[in-house]
């Protein structure tokens, strides 16, 4: 496993290589994305926390997933094509990775090694929706579903882990990240 977030080689949603490391001093927030989901209305959401606090060092960071029920089953150009129509989405975009089970990236591995457990919850209708279908993580390390977030600090530390139905304009989002960009 890499020694930071930073070193782990990911590729943007156009198909070029990068790293995080074009993120270093800033706040990130990274969050499994996916098109056909019912929390798909969070890039809303997103797009304005990107656009309220990028001035301030926030960088939201979507990494497409098609990992929980088949819900981003497009390619790079269809999802990229998407977000930027649907939702007027700016913020960075990467090419669609694994989150979870044995071809998980790098990247989610780091992120959850640092952070193993959900620092904030939803409501817990999700994963009683989950539980219900037989469709919950087989552990609470586990990605639990599309838009979970990680809050990685100035420093590439993982500072919180937030559950996918904790929506961008939370009172609790919003105040992990502007704790963070105090930092």
Not at 8 to 26: E, N
Not at 70 to 86: K, L, V
Not at 89 to 106: E, L, Q, R, Y
Request: hydrophobic share 40%; aromatic share 8%.
């Amino acid at each position: 496993m890499a020694g930071t977030v930073y070193d782990i080689p990911v590729k943007k949603i156009d198909g070029s290589d990068a790293t995080l490391r074009d993120y270093a001093g800033k706040v990130m927030l990274i969050v499994n994305v996916a098109s056909k989901c019912g929390l798909t209305k969070q890039y809303e959401g997103l797009e304005k926390l990107h656009e309220d606090y990028a001035a301030k060092g926030l960088a939201v960071l979507g990494f497409p997933a098609n990992d929980f029920a088949g819900q981003e089953p497009g390619t790079e150009a269809e999802i990229a094509d998407f977000c930027s129509a649907t939702y007027g989405v700016k913020f960075p975009m990467f090419s669609k990775i694994t989150v979870k089970g044995d071809g998980k990236h790098a990247l989610y591995k780091q992120l959850i090694s640092e952070r193993p457990s959900r620092d904030v919850s939803g409501d817990g209708n999700l994963k009683k929706i989950l539980d219900s279908k037989g469709l919950a993580a087989p552990t609470e390390q586990d990605v639990m579903w599309n838009f979970e977030k990680f809050l990685v600090d100035r420093s590439g530390k993982v500072v919180a882990r937030i559950a996918p139905d904790v929506a961008p304009d939370s009172s609790e989002l919003i105040s992990r990240v502007e704790s963070a960009l105090a930092s």
